[in-house]
Nanobody, 124 residues
Framework: QVRLVESGGGFLQAGGSLRLSCAAS???????????MAWYRQAPGKQCELVAS???????TYADAVKGRFTISGDSAKNTVRLQMNQLRPKVTAVYYC???????????????WGQGTQVTVSS
């Protein structure tokens, strides 16, 4: 009923930049209200980890490993979130997942949704 669709992943060399985008949408007649969106990543053989998040009030948080190089931004009117990634290094190679916490009436409380993931590969 609610979908998160990511785009922007790819293969590039170290030092380059990439921007990931995620758009939330719902089937006709379903309304939703986003309270937060985030990007997670999972590298081969490692646990999934939070990269960056942004709240409805535009409060942002970042993993220490990406501070200063990654920037998360949101567009509440378009229900989208972007992750600008600069100065990329091979160790950021992972599948990046879009996450959203939202209200989807008549479901009580908030619900969590995930995108299908987009691969980011950085070569040395």
């Amino acid at each position: 009923q609610v979908r998160l669709v990511e785009s922007g992943g790819g293969f590039l060399q170290a030092g380059g930049s990439l921007r990931l985008s995620c758009a939330a949408s719902a089937a006709s007649g379903i309304e939703f209200s986003i309270s937060a969106m985030a990007w997670y990543r999972q590298a081969p053989g490692k646990q999934c980890e939070l990269v960056a998040s942004i709240s409805r009030g535009d409060t942002t948080t970042y993993a220490d490993a990406v501070k200063g190089r990654f920037t998360i931004s949101g567009d509440s009117a378009k229900n989208t979130v972007r992750l600008q990634m600069n100065q990329l290094r091979p160790k950021v190679t992972a599948v990046y997942y879009c996450y959203s916490k939202m209200r989807v009436p008549p479901i009580p409380g908030t619900s969590v949704y995930w995108g299908q993931g987009t691969q980011v590969t950085v070569s040395s």
